[in-house]
């Protein structure tokens, strides 16, 4: 694995610099404001599961989680407690770090849709630069909230989809889904599996 990264990423010098600009610069800004009311619940959430195993009302492994504001997915939940088992020391800068380091991945992702697309390594170099470091994505991608895993799972769920690995981008799909939507929120659960599954798996 590492050998592989470590290739795509000589091959890929330009949208790696670019990439660690759009991580470095951001780095000063992480402990500049206080956390809101949703990044709040979600890193305090993620706390509690990776160090007792249950949410802040005490329900064990819980797939849904209520009395919040708003209410969030499971998966953002789960994959803060996974930041939370490897760094004791809760902060704002470390809190917000690992969405940053998720971030980090947009860059790579959109130069690489860009470039299947277009056939055109310049132009998605520009795309990619251009879409990173607009103040929309720049301020939301330091912020601990759903979004910060959402985002990167639509683009690698689209890059897997572009590139035909169905089962890939099937799974990516799936994930950003519970990303957005609670569990036991049906409402169009169903129409949006269906339309998933036929749209990846057909010839």
């Not at 897997?160 to 957005?180: A, Q, R, V």
Request: glycine share 4%.
């Amino acid at each position: 694995m590492r050998q592989i990264i470590s290739n795509y990423l000589k091959k890929r010098k330009k949208i790696f610099f670019v990439a660690l600009i759009f991580f470095l610069i951001q780095l000063p800004f992480l402990d500049q404001l206080s956390l809101l009311r949703g990044e709040r619940d979600i890193l305090l959430t993620g706390w509690s599961l990776a160090h007792t195993a249950k949410d802040l009302y005490g329900k064990l492994l819980p797939l849904e989680f209520t009395g919040i504001d708003p209410n969030v997915p499971f998966v953002p939940m789960y994959v803060t407690a996974l930041w939370w088992l490897f760094v004791p020391v809760k902060s704002v800068f470390l809190a917000r770090l690992f969405f940053v380091l998720l971030s980090t991945t947009v860059p790579f992702l959109i130069y690489e849709i860009i470039n299947f697309v277009k056939k055109d390594e310049k132009i998605a170099l520009i795309t990619a630069t251009i879409f990173c470091f607009s103040p929309g994505i720049f301020y939301l991608s330091r912020l601990a909230l759903e979004i910060g895993v959402a985002f990167p799972l639509l683009l690698a769920g689209i890059l897997c989809y572009l590139k035909e690995k169905k089962i890939s981008s099937f799974i990516f799909f799936f994930d950003l889904y519970y990303d957005l939507r609670a569990p036991f929120d049906n409402s169009g659960l169903l129409y949006l599996c269906k339309i998933t599954i036929i749209q990846v798996f057909k010839t």
